[in-house]
Every structure is written in structure tokens, then in C-alpha cells.
């Protein structure tokens, strides 16, 4: 099932589980690394453990959230071999700087107009 | 110190630290609506135990991670006046739909080009 059909940002169970917060600064755009990222969206939605993920990226500066079940699925996802590739294009070709936040998710809220 | 000056992405201490990611859907642009998120960012910067704010909004969707010391600090900063006010705001004229989850970083690592 396809949430962002439905919603606009993710909907998840309720916590705890765990975000993984990429920050990342990439001076120029690139159609490569565009389609490398949607690939790894994807890919990421069909690992064990994968909650969700929201992503935006502005002037620059990109931010993806993606959560996940527990810090196991983390690190299976880190050592996916496609992803280890992408990752690596990340270090060699793409990001001026980056940064990675692991953190468990203790609580939540959330909005939605007419509810 | 103004670090946006000297690096594009937030630098944080070692974690553990907490992380209030806040991720919302504004169908339209409004004036008022970017003056006002501004004008948070920089009031969050002067609260008691702010550590640092990523923030990026493509198509609607907008995702904001701030950084603080401890939950203590966190639950300051959503009473404080002002932010507030800006809250009614995003419920009653500019948010479809938000979510803001508080999640404690357990580790953290990063990429510069060049070090």
C-alpha cells in the first residue's frame, strides 16, 4: 500500500520506533543523484522494519526522515548492498556535507484540518 | 554565534540530545505564513537549551528538525507566548496537516568533503 496516496506526510504507528534524520547540503543539481534518490525511497520502502519516510529539500539543503521499527532495521538498510553503492556516490559524487541522526521516536501528535 | 555562517548544515554536540521533527502540508504560499515561520526560528535560537534547526519545504511539504538539550527545554518552547500564537495560527490558517515527534538522538555521524 502506497500511504502518500492517501496522506501527505507519513502516518505511523504509534511510538516508540526509531527516525533516521539525513541532513544533507548539495551545492548543484544532478539527474543522476535525483533518480538515485527516488530509487532509494523505493528500496527502502520494501526492507524489513521500514515505518515510513518524509523528505524535502530546498536551496540546497535536503532533509529525509525515514522510520523505521527498531535500530536492527537500521542497520540492515545502512548495509543494503544498492544502498551501500548510492552511499558511496554520496561521499564520492554528490554531498558537500552530510549528517546522520539516529533517534527513538518517544512520542507524537499530530494535526489535520477538519478533523 | 551564528553557525548557519560558517557551515550549511547544523554541528551538534555528541549526542544524547533530543530532536522535535516537525513535518507539515501547506497547500499555498502566504506571506504572513513564511514572515512568521521565520521569525520562530530565529526566537527559537534564543531559548533555553536550543542546540540547532534544519529546515527545507519543496511542494507543499515542509520539514523542520530542531535540536535541544533535553525535553525540558522542548516543552518550554512550545509554551512560549509567542510560539503559541504562531501555533493557533498554523491550526486555525495555514496547516492541512502536521506531525511533531520527539525523539531522543542516541548516535550521530557525518560527512565534509575535503576533511
Known amino acids: 500500500m502506497d500511504i502518500k496516496k492517501l496522506e501527505y506526510i507519513s502516518t505511523l504507528p504509534d511510538p516508540p520506533y526509531y527516525a533516521v534524520i539525513f541532513t544533507s547540503y548539495k551545492a548543484e543539481y544532478d539527474e543522476g543523484y535525483s533518480k538515485t534518490a527516488q530509487h532509494m525511497l523505493e528500496l527502502a520502502a520494501l526492507q524489513p522494519g521500514y515505518l515510513g ?33 548510492a552511499q558511496q556516490l554520496g561521499r564520492t559524487q554528490w554531498y558537500e556535507e552530510y549528517s546522520v541522526r539516529i533517534a527513538k521516536v518517544e512520542r507524537s501528535y499530530s494535526f489535520r484540518r477538519g478533523l
Chains 1, 2 share one sequence.
Request: hydrophobic share 30%; proline share 0%; aromatic share 10%.
Open 53 to 85: 519516510v518524509d523528505s524535502a529539500r530546498e536551496n540546497s539543503i535536503g532533509i529525509t526522515v525515514s522510520y523505521w521499527r527498531d535500530e536492527a532495521s537500521i542497520h540492515q538498510w545502512k548495509q543494503q548492498l544498492e544502498h551501500q553503492q
